[in-house]
């Protein structure tokens, strides 16, 4: 996989609007009557953050070998962090701006409007919600803390490498440890720093990312490959909705370790990279992960105009949810455009992705 694969762009894509499409009835829209429950259905939508987690394990593997060269912590770490961070921080600031506004006019706050106190802003802006030393801290804009677990992903990755390095094994063995660690926080309910509910989800998909990169960044998939997965992913499909009960127990694993890396695979086939060809996907994607990074800001402003406006739309619709999604997809394009002065544009380490 020598160029960046712009069809895992598109997965990616999808993915963030499936999790748009969740929190919209999670906070606003409810249970529909008929149609697809984004919320509440059969399908927890919100699994959709193990699927982020894999894609971005599985687009830091080429750092492996640069962590083998000798990339040292600082430069690997600080180029992952400037982005993310100063993000993070910008996005704090209007979702209190946004809340502040909404108590002016209204004199309350809703039940999914967070506040928080100047401490647990600055961890909010920092990226040091969920999953460093600070666990059970309120924090705001919520849906972040994917985020924040994610930098932590990043140390751990540098840190195991950099071991292996040292200790010439595979940094394989790393990798299967820190799934294994996740599974373990899981199977004994822990909650202390470092290892929490959120832990183990960023933990067990982002290396396992990493794991199935070490076998696929450079392949190339043939048929035979291509065509188990594919039955892979429409078995699974098909026996979840006609019997769930098989998928009662711990199914983010069946998720996590069998179906998207059975997906990831079939859209690293030719095929899908005839199909997504065009760099547009690319920026496109760029553009959803501003949007991602808003679009809890811009579930408080959807809300705040139904507060305005009552009767323009019908909150429990898919048309207000697929507005919600509109904004919030415009919302990222703005933040794109407006931020690009501030962190210029991402240069990689490492050619491709």
């Not at 987690?53 to 492996?64: A, D, E, K, N, T």
């Not at 309120?138 to 990043?154: F, G, K, Q, R």
Request: glycine letters at 8%; charged letters at 15%.
């Amino acid at each position: 996989m020598e160029n960046r694969k712009y069809s895992l762009d598109f997965l990616k894509i999808a993915a963030i609007i499936l999790i748009f499409f969740h929190h919209y009835q999670q906070y606003i829209g409810g249970i529909f009557e008929t149609g697809i429950n984004f919320y509440g259905g059969r399908f927890n939508f919100g699994l959709m953050v193990e699927l982020f987690f894999i894609l971005s394990g599985f687009f830091v593997w080429p750092y492996v070998k640069r962590i083998g060269e000798g990339l040292t912590l600082k430069k690997f770490f600080l180029h992952k962090a400037k982005r993310l961070v100063p993000m993070l921080a910008i996005c704090a600031v209007g979702y209190e701006a946004v809340i502040t506004l909404y108590y002016l006019r209204f004199g309350r706050l809703e039940p999914f409007f967070d506040t928080t106190s100047l401490w647990e802003f600055i961890l909010s802006c920092t990226g040091l919600q969920k999953g460093w030393v600070f666990e059970g801290t309120p924090t705001i804009n919520y849906p972040v803390w994917y985020i924040s677990i994610l930098l932590l992903c990043y140390l751990f990755f540098w840190l195991g490498t950099f071991i292996c390095k040292e200790l010439h094994t595979s940094a394989r063995y790393f990798f299967v440890f820190m799934i294994l660690w996740g599974v373990a926080i899981n199977s004994y309910d822990i909650n202390t720093p470092f290892m929490s509910h959120y832990n183990a989800r960023g933990y067990i998909s982002f290396f396992t990312g990493v794991l199935l990169a070490s076998y696929l960044y450079d392949a190339k998939i043939k048929t035979k490959s291509a065509l188990t997965a594919l039955l892979v992913v429409v078995f699974l499909g098909i026996l979840y909705f006609v019997k769930p009960v098989c998928f009662e127990y711990r199914f983010e694993y069946i998720l996590g370790f069998v179906f998207y890396p059975a997906l990831i695979i079939l859209f690293l086939t030719d095929t899908a990279g005839k199909i997504f060809s065009h760099k547009f996907w690319k920026e496109a994607a760029d553009v959803a992960f501003h949007a991602f990074m808003w679009h809890y800001v811009g579930l408080i402003l959807m809300f705040t105009f139904m507060a305005l406006c009552p009767g323009a739309l019908e909150r429990n619709s898919y048309t207000a949810m697929i507005v919600f999604a509109v904004l919030a997809f415009l919302m990222g394009l703005i933040s794109k455009v407006l931020t690009r002065p501030l962190f210029g544009k991402s240069k990689s380490v490492e050619k491709g992705n």
